[in-house]
């Protein structure tokens, strides 16, 4: 009886708007790894703080979200419910680092004038 239940509720998902909400929720989670990888940069956070950042950053991303825009209910908004929500995508990760080293090299760079 519980597969009948869940195959009920799938049904009742409207496809386009899941694909909205996987599109806004990619975006978000895009700039919010992105926006981190540069605050870490500037603070010049290392190793395995730096990573630390990353995750608590993706958990305050991934909980707001939860909280705000799906009030406490994830599987009413996106299949996968709260895994989708929590998981930080291999893009994100990339984007990170990409971030967290280009902000590292611009602030703590060796070629920055105000060191020599």
């Not at 009948?4 to 049904?11: A, I």
């Not at 978000?28 to 940069?41: E, Q, R, T």
Request: aromatic share 16%; proline share 4%; hydrophobic share 45%.
């Amino acid at each position: 009886m519980a597969n009948t239940e869940e195959e009920y509720q799938q049904m009742q998902v409207y496809p386009p708007h899941v694909l909205y909400n996987s599109q806004s929720l990619h975006t978000v989670k895009f700039l919010s790894s992105s926006f981190a990888g540069a605050v870490a940069g500037v603070l010049g956070l290392e190793n395995f703080l730096g990573f630390g950042f990353f995750a608590g950053s993706t958990l305050v991303t991934s909980l707001s979200i939860w909280l705000i825009r799906c009030q406490g209910r994830p599987k009413k908004y996106m299949l996968g419910g709260m895994w989708e929500l929590a998981n930080p995508g291999q893009d994100n990760l990339f984007s990170y680092i990409l971030f967290w080293t280009l902000f590292y090299a611009l602030v703590h760079g060796m070629c920055n004038p105000a060191r020599d």
